[in-house]
């Protein structure tokens, strides 16, 4: 057989998200070949698509993708040789990678559905958004999820919260782990379907990404994301200073988050990190007490980009968008309880059921 090594090469990056770096599932560490397919697993996240070429068994992911992007030849024959290897042969070079020729991945755990539905437009946009408001606390299971209903998609991490007025296609509530279905943000889905356990997208290349779903329910955050005070003027250059900021803010363990400080007439925007820190202060029609809260520096981004004021009351500040809100609790900057003003421009470091069923949606 035949292969051009691009094609290949970026299919199997396009089924990289069900591969898992700790094999505590058989060959969630592997790529499986079977029946002209690629397929991943680990537990939360299922991916298939078409490979074209007719081998079974399962390779070592990361083996195949190094050795894969250090060969130059744009077309590679490949085979299942006599030692059970994978083996590639391009100009005057060759590798073979061990292969089990056994499946044991319990991908076929994962139901396919039977009838798929429209994906909307916005609803990628609406994941990488409240993506951002996703705890990464684990011992509070659901704040880890994105909340999908029929009406709205919304994450929240008991500090922020955002909620995105979409239809969905979906007839009943369900939550996915946020960091699953994050993945779905780059891979240009374009098709949604619901079984008993799990919610699966499907984009035009053929790629099938299939994500656990959970029955729990969701808190109602109706009352947080009611607030009543006065309005501010997000100041100019906002964006541009978050994106400053963020140089450093992406550059430390968990997720990258900047800080802003408000206090009457200004605004500051601070971004720290192992590498250095980044602080840049905007004039701001505010007259208030002085707050302060942390915030993706690209949910911010967005913020400056499409919207001009926002609402801060005692204790929470809202941006209200036209499809969807954002609602952040507000803490008192330190110096201000200790009585104190702040001289010196560099900041603190900052603590930071069963797998069968039918199509459902």
Known sequence: ??????????????VKAGLSPREFIEQSSCFVFQDGMVMTFNDEVACRMGVGIDVTGAVQANALLDILGKIEDPELKVRQNDKGELEFRGQMKGFGVTMDK??????DRVEMPEKWHPLPKEFTEAIGLVRHCVSSDESRFILTCVHLAPDFIEACDNLQVMRVKIKTGLKRSVLVRGT???HITSLAMTQIAMTQAWVHFKNEAG?????RRYTEEYPSVDKVMDVKGHPITIPKGLKEAAERAAVFATDRSGDALVNINL??????????????WYKEVKSIVYDGPGMVFVISPELL??????YQEAVISPGRL??????WDYVTVLGKPKEEEEG????????????????TGKDEN
Request: charged content about 35%; aromatic content about 4%; proline content about 4%.
């Open 340 to 355: 104190g003003e702040e001289e010196d421009p560099k900041p603190r470091k900052k603590s930071k059921g069963e797998d």
């Open 180 to 182: 699953s279905i994050a």
């Open 1 to 14: 057989m035949r292969i051009e090594r691009d094609k290949f090469l970026s299919t199997l990056e396009l």
């Open 318 to 323: 809202k941006v209200a968008g036209g499809v």
């Open 263 to 276: 206090s009457s007439g200004r605004l500051a925007v601070t971004g720290d990190g192992l590498s250095g």
């Open 207 to 211: 790629l099938v990404f299939s994500c």
């Open 102 to 107: 056994e499946i044991f991945l319990p991908i």
């Open 301 to 306: 981004k967005h913020i400056a980009e499409q």
